[in-house]
């Protein structure tokens, strides 16, 4: 009897446990780093995105991942590159940003490029948090984004 029973709630637990998965629990709908594929956090501090030919709106779970793409063949035909400004926490043109180098502030990804709205704001940024360099959008290559994991 007891035999019969086990049997049955492992038969049970076997067809339900795949079938309560699949409903919803542990499922999450959030955006996945186009880049990375790590699930985009909902906090938005560190966000990025551009559009893919073709008009696809893409993820990125940080400036490091955008830039990153930005210099692979994944990224031809891709336009609009967007960041989120730190201080601001509003969605700005990457292009029109600068970006501080090696500071002690760490993003989803370890160490990252932060974007700060304007040049003043980024060399202030860079002295308060010991920041290496300050760079421009077309100054970040592989060689900018190599560097931030020798600090």
Known sequence: ???????????????????ALSVGCGSDDRPRCERCGMFVDTNPRWRAGA?????????FDAPRCLFAWLQSDAARGSEAPWITEYYTQRR???AFVWYVAGSD?????????????DEAGAQRFREEHRGARVL???????????ALDAR
């Open 1 to 19: 009897m007891m035999a019969a029973l086990s049997r049955r709630a492992l038969l049970f637990g076997a067809i339900l446990a795949p079938l």
């Open 51 to 59: 559009t893919a030919a073709g008009g696809r709106e893409l993820h």
């Open 92 to 94: 700005r043109p990457a």
């Open 105 to 117: 502030v760490v993003g989803p990804m370890g160490p990252d490029l932060v974007p700060i709205g």
């Open 136 to 146: 421009r959008f077309d100054a970040i290559d592989a060689a900018a984004l190599d």
